[in-house]
């Protein structure tokens, strides 16, 4: 039921949703749960998260000439733009705070190929994952 709940935590914060999966990770960390499927939970889980953001960006623009929809076309052409110049690679940085979750919507938008964007997300939010355990885990043994 603990990775269960790393997993939604991951997932949700993974989302337009603002959520933080750090804290629950460091606590169960020292809780003394295994690092290695505490690893692949909050991966899985932040990654997934992000695959629903592509998914969100993919099929949001069958609803652009609607009153309700949340962007203008100026604001979407300058997304798109910002998109393509910084490249597919940038999906890489899918983790960095603020800037991730728009990025993983826009490359939905910009209808990049759904392997490659999993592929990319799922490296970058595995390593930036592994980078906090292995500093929690510091941190712990220190004390």
């Not at 000439?65 to 999906?91: D, I, M, N, T, V």
């Not at 964007?117 to 799922?122: E, K, N, S």
């Amino acid at each position: 039921m603990i990775y269960l709940s790393l997993f939604f935590t991951a997932l949700i914060a993974a989302t337009l949703f603002p959520l933080s999966s750090e804290a629950l990770l460091v606590t169960l960390l020292y809780q003394h749960y295994s690092p290695l499927l505490l690893w692949l939970v909050a991966t899985s889980g932040n990654t997934l998260g992000s695959c629903i953001n592509w998914y969100l960006g993919k099929e949001c623009l069958r609803w652009q000439e609607k009153k309700w929809f949340p962007f203008r076309p100026e604001q979407l052409a300058r997304a798109q733009q910002q998109f393509q110049r910084y490249g597919l690679l940038s999906l890489l940085f899918a983790w960095v705070p603020v800037i991730g979750d728009p990025l993983t919507f826009f490359a939905g938008v910009m209808r990049i190929r759904f392997w490659q964007f999993l592929v990319l997300v799922a490296i970058g939010k595995s390593l930036r994952y592994a980078a906090i355990i292995a500093a929690a885990l510091g941190l712990i043994n220190q004390f």
